[in-house]
Nanobody
Framework: QVQLVESGGGLVQAGGSLRLSCAAS????????MGWFRQCPGKEREFVAG????????YYVDFVKGRFTISRDNAKSTVYLQMNSLKPEDTAVYYC?????????????????????WGQGTQVTVSS
């Protein structure tokens, strides 16, 4: 069983920055492809960014490219999402997710069905 705990959310003005963290339990974190999703008010949960288990490959959805950066520290079993130039439309609950079945260390999971563990979410609110 894997537990994921997000932190770092909060209220920030437009143009500001936040860094989200997701700490994972268990001894196999370094073999998981990890991802960040978000759910904006009234919308479906959507993929934001993903990182391979090795950390060597990343993938971003278009609307965060150049503003968000995903990274991981396998020694700390933690994945991060650095969010810069935040916009009011980035307001959402952000979820960390783990894919324990990634076939290679360079695969970046990015479909919801690929992830088998989810955190509880952390609220990010961007004021205009």
């Amino acid at each position: 069983q894997v537990q994921l705990v997000e932190s770092g959310g909060g209220l920030v003005q437009a143009g500001g920055s936040l860094r989200l963290s997701c700490a994972a339990s268990g001894r196999s974190f370094s073999s998981y492809s990890m991802g960040w999703f978000r759910q904006c008010p009234g919308k479906e949960r959507e993929f934001v960014a993903g990182i391979s288990s090795s950390g060597g490959r990343v993938y971003y959805v278009d609307f965060v490219k150049g503003r968000f950066t995903i990274s991981r520290d396998n020694a700390k079993s933690t994945v991060y999402l650095q969010m810069n130039s935040l916009k009011p439309e980035d307001t959402a609950v952000y979820y960390c997710a783990a894919d324990s079945r990634a076939l290679t260390s360079e695969y970046v999971s990015h479909f919801k069905y690929e992830f088998d563990y989810w955190g509880q979410g952390t609220q990010v609110t961007v004021s205009s």
